[in-house]
């Protein structure tokens, strides 16, 4: 395997200083095969999965044979039994999309229904509906936009998408975590905390795109496609689902850029736009341009890069913006910073008079230049708080509606939510941050309970009782990154 290969098969890749004295072999992480990427979705409803699976492994094997080879027919791969798997894979209590049609309505007359959407999809016939628009709230008190799209056309984008992946698996840079099969939030955290803790990181560039989904161009993301897809009814498909429109208030706005959150097939445009848009050139750059060591973890439009020296950081920084600029997007001025970090961060800013490093954060966790019981340097993973402070004001809500409710109805409830908040941010380090958690939920629910009737006195150590019945206690529930991470990226 030559250098190129393995930088193109790296997961979190660093690099040496190109002036070194000799060639000196590269230290990278191998990617996470695409053996277990796939495996995820072979769950078999029929036999009919087993011929819909070996015709994608087809796809595979010849996207990962012919790196620059143009695929003219993917069509024919979208059948009856890939629409009927991309049925079942929907959830079923899903919000309908301006047809009104529910996921048990077409349940009914399920293969009936399958045959008409297969006959419009090959023949031409399948017209795009617009996106409902629907606000949720963010953290920070702001709306995210989403997109509810028809379930008819959920089905047929989750379809293509399928065969889409079979090609795209094979080119995408090890780095890119977001959305893509097989990985998770908590693999792109797993490999920002080793390449943190292993490589000689200094300087952290904690970059954000700014309004991406909305913002990208609709006529470079189908440019982009059609480097390796040459099947034109492919593509004509994607330029309906970009045409459809979004429906807000009764009003239909069709845009030129954008392609709506929450939608199936949505984040797969975002990683292929941002493959062609950053990771070929971010990689590249690291390779060519940089001085000293260079990691990179991205997580669909979150980009977060650590450098050995200030120099390489800025002149990534400049490289950065220029790069975005060409394919009409821009970093986010206020969430895009340069930040002094890693294990030598706290020493260096001593000496200079300056206070402890700052932290940044990635993907619902605070990123903490901490120090272990031995006093080694040791990275902490913290619960951002307006994160904790949004849920909190979620289940404030929720108990509001449950009041009346029986205590173990409550009580099963609340188990199944701490359960879920537990599964996500039970991390090494985070300990605290789970208690304060249990604690903030305990004293709502004792609230909640003093509420429904004026009579009622519950005391403390009665609610202390009920918690320690139905709620979960604090515990790690994930093992140290360095750990998974050496199981799944195995040198």
Same mark, same amino acid.
């Given at each position: 395997?030559?250098?190129?290969? /393995?930088?193109?098969?790296?997961?979190?890749?660093?690099?040496?200083?190109?002036?070194?004295? /000799?060639?000196?072999?590269?230290?990278?992480?191998?990617?996470?095969?695409?053996?277990?990427?796939?495996?995820?979705?072979?769950?078999?409803? @029929?036999?009919?999965?087993?011929?819909?699976?070996?015709?994608?492994?087809? *796809?595979?094997?010849?996207?990962?044979? %012919?790196?620059?080879?143009?695929?003219?027919?993917?069509?024919?791969?979208?059948? *009856?039994?890939?629409?009927?798997?991309?049925?079942?894979?929907?959830?079923?209590? @899903? @919000?309908?999309?301006?047809?009104?049609?529910?996921?048990?309505?077409?349940?009914?007359?399920?293969?009936?229904?399958?045959?008409?959407?297969?006959?419009?999809?090959?023949?031409?016939?399948?017209?795009? #509906?617009?996106?409902?628009?629907?606000?949720?709230?963010?953290?920070?008190?702001?709306?995210?936009?989403?997109?509810?799209?028809?379930?008819?056309?959920?089905?047929?984008?989750?379809?293509?998408?399928?065969?889409?992946?079979?090609?795209?698996?094979?080119?995408?840079?090890?780095?890119?975590?977001?959305?893509?099969?097989?990985?998770?939030?908590? =693999?792109?955290?797993?490999?920002?905390?080793?390449?943190?803790?292993?490589?000689?990181?200094?300087?952290?560039?904690?970059?954000?795109?700014?309004?991406?989904?909305?913002?990208?161009?609709?006529?470079?993301?189908?440019?982009?496609?059609?480097?390796?897809?040459? =099947?034109?009814?492919?593509?004509?498909?994607?330029?309906?689902?970009?045409?459809?429109?979004?429906? &807000?208030?009764?009003?239909?706005?069709?845009?030129?850029? $954008?392609?709506?959150?929450?939608?199936?097939?949505?984040?797969?445009?975002?990683?292929?736009?941002?493959?062609?848009?950053?990771? #070929?050139?971010?990689?590249?750059?690291?390779?060519?341009?940089?001085?000293?060591?260079?990691?990179?973890?991205?997580?669909?439009?979150?980009?977060?890069?650590?450098?050995?020296? &200030?120099? =390489?950081?800025?002149?990534?920084?400049?490289?950065? %913006? @220029?790069?975005? &600029?060409?394919? &009409?997007?821009?970093?986010?001025?206020?969430?895009?910073?340069?930040?002094?970090? $890693?294990?030598?961060?706290?020493?260096?800013?001593? +000496?200079?008079?300056?206070?402890? !490093?700052?932290?940044?954060?990635?993907?619902?966790?605070?990123?903490?230049?901490?120090?272990?019981?031995?006093?080694?340097?040791?990275?902490?993973?913290?619960?951002?708080?307006?994160?904790?402070?949004? /849920?909190? %004001?979620?289940?404030?809500?929720?108990? +509001?509606? %449950?009041?009346?409710?029986?205590?173990?109805?409550?009580?099963?409830?609340?188990?199944?939510?701490?359960?879920?908040?537990?599964?996500?941010?039970?991390?090494?380090?985070?300990? +605290?941050?789970?208690?304060?958690?249990?604690?903030?939920?305990?004293?709502?629910?004792?609230?909640?309970?003093?509420?429904?009737?004026?009579?009622?006195?519950?005391?403390?150590?009665?609610?202390?009782?009920?918690?320690?019945?139905?709620?979960?206690? !604090?515990?790690?529930?994930?093992?140290?990154?360095?750990?998974?991470?050496? *199981?799944?990226?195995?040198?």
């Amino acid at each position: 395997m030559n250098g190129r290969e /393995k930088s193109d098969s790296a997961v979190v890749a660093t690099k040496p200083a190109n002036k070194a004295g /000799k060639p000196a072999a590269e230290w990278v992480e191998p990617r996470a095969g695409t053996k277990g990427n796939t495996g995820q979705t072979n769950t078999c409803r @029929a036999q009919e999965r087993e011929s819909v699976s070996h015709g994608l492994e087809r *796809v595979r094997q010849a996207a990962r044979q %012919r790196k620059k080879e143009r695929f003219t027919a993917l069509l024919h791969h979208v059948t *009856v039994d890939l629409l009927r798997e991309s049925f079942h894979a929907l959830k079923r209590n @899903a @919000a309908a999309g301006v047809d009104g049609m529910t996921w048990q309505y077409f349940e009914a007359g399920l293969e009936e229904n399958l045959l008409r959407l297969h006959t419009q999809v090959q023949s031409g016939a399948y017209r795009a #509906l617009p996106v409902r628009r629907q606000y949720i709230p963010k953290p920070d008190g702001k709306q995210r936009p989403l997109g509810i799209a028809a379930l008819e056309d959920k089905i047929v984008q989750r379809a293509v998408v399928e065969v889409l992946n079979a090609i795209y698996e094979e080119d995408f840079i090890g780095f890119s975590y977001g959305f893509r099969p097989g990985r998770s939030q908590h =693999d792109a955290l797993d490999a920002l905390s080793v390449a943190i803790d292993r490589t000689p990181v200094n300087w952290i560039l904690d970059a954000d795109i700014r309004n991406f989904f909305d913002g990208l161009s609709q006529e470079w993301l189908v440019r982009f496609l059609e480097h390796r897809i040459g =099947d034109q009814r492919i593509i004509r498909l994607v330029r309906k689902w970009l045409k459809a429109g979004v429906l &807000e208030d009764g009003e239909l706005s069709v845009s030129d850029t $954008g392609t709506p959150q929450g939608s199936v097939a949505s984040p797969l445009f975002a990683n292929v736009y941002l493959h062609y848009a950053f990771d #070929l050139w971010a990689e590249r750059w690291r390779r060519k341009e940089a001085k000293g060591n260079v990691v990179i973890v991205r997580y669909a439009d979150d980009i977060v890069a650590g450098f050995e020296h &200030e120099a =390489d950081a800025r002149h990534f920084w400049d490289a950065m %913006r @220029a790069r975005l &600029e060409k394919f &009409e997007l821009a970093l986010h001025p206020d969430k895009t910073r340069l930040l002094e970090f $890693g294990r030598n961060a706290a020493g260096r800013r001593k +000496r200079r008079g300056l206070g402890r !490093p700052e932290t940044f954060t990635f993907l619902g966790f605070i990123f903490i230049c901490g120090r272990s019981r031995r006093g080694a340097f040791q990275l902490h993973r913290k619960t951002r708080g307006d994160r904790m402070r949004a /849920k909190l %004001r979620h289940l404030k809500g929720e108990f +509001r509606r %449950r009041m009346h409710d029986p205590i173990p109805e409550q009580g099963k409830w609340l188990k199944q939510v701490v359960q879920g908040y537990f599964a996500y941010h039970a991390v090494p380090t985070n300990f +605290r941050a789970l208690s304060a958690f249990r604690h903030h939920v305990r004293e709502l629910w004792m609230r909640t309970l003093r509420r429904r009737s004026q009579k009622d006195r519950t005391s403390w150590e009665r609610m202390t009782r009920i918690a320690d019945t139905w709620l979960p206690r !604090p515990r790690i529930l994930h093992p140290w990154p360095d750990q998974r991470f050496a *199981v799944k990226h195995p040198r």
